[in-house]
């Protein structure tokens, strides 16, 4: 079965997937679109007509987050799927995967600023101790600090 990946040529939302099924050595496409690309193409195939988007063969799949986790599913490294099929272990990593998303939103909110010097200053304002981001990035810090390997808190798949 062919895979193809499409997205923006920016790393976002598909950027995992890419991640995931290069380091697991998993054949696929990656087209990247431009904005006007995705006008003409894309709206009205799926909907809510959003990006990233999955063909598996003529089978389309949006939501990044699911996305994500099938190519972790797929993925292998070490002869081991990346995302877990022990339930536990699945739970630590979606845990892991729910604080990173947290971290978009406010990311996010600076991307329409057009004065660089003000998009810099919001950014560091979140990223700064009592911000936003820096909330989220801590306890991740906290998760990671508790284990020997970076992420051995995330325990390889057991089956």
């Known amino acids: 079965m062919?895979?193809?990946?499409?997205?923006?040529?920016i790393p976002g939302r598909a950027e995992?997937?890419?991640?995931?099924?290069?380091l697991g050595g998993v054949k696929f496409?990656?087209?990247?679109?431009?904005?006007?690309?995705?006008?003409?193409?894309?709206k009205g195939e799926v909907s809510p007509r959003q990006v990233p988007l999955l063909y598996l063969g003529d089978?389309?799949?949006?939501q990044s987050i699911a996305i994500m986790r099938y190519a972790g599913k797929v993925s292998k490294y070490e002869g081991k799927p990346l995302y877990p099929s022990c339930p536990?272990?699945?739970?630590?990593?979606?845990?892991f995967i729910g604080f990173v998303r947290e971290v978009m939103p406010p990311l996010?909110?600076?991307?329409?600023?057009t004065d660089q010097a003000e998009k810099e200053a919001v950014r560091l304002k979140a990223v700064s101790e009592g911000g936003e981001i820096h909330k989220w990035l801590s306890y991740l810090?906290?998760?990671?600090e508790k284990s020997t390997s970076g992420f051995g808190w995330i325990k390889p798949d057991d089956g």
């Open 29 to 42: 496409e990656d087209e990247l679109l431009t904005k006007e690309e995705w006008g003409r193409k894309l």
């Open 16 to 22: 995992p997937t890419r991640l995931a099924f290069t």
């Open 2 to 9: 062919s895979l193809k990946l499409v997205y923006f040529p």
């Open 59 to 62: 089978k389309v799949i949006g």
């Open 141 to 144: 810090d906290s998760l990671l």
């Open 88 to 95: 536990l272990h699945a739970l630590e990593v979606d845990e």
């Open 108 to 113: 996010g909110a600076t991307f329409t600023i």
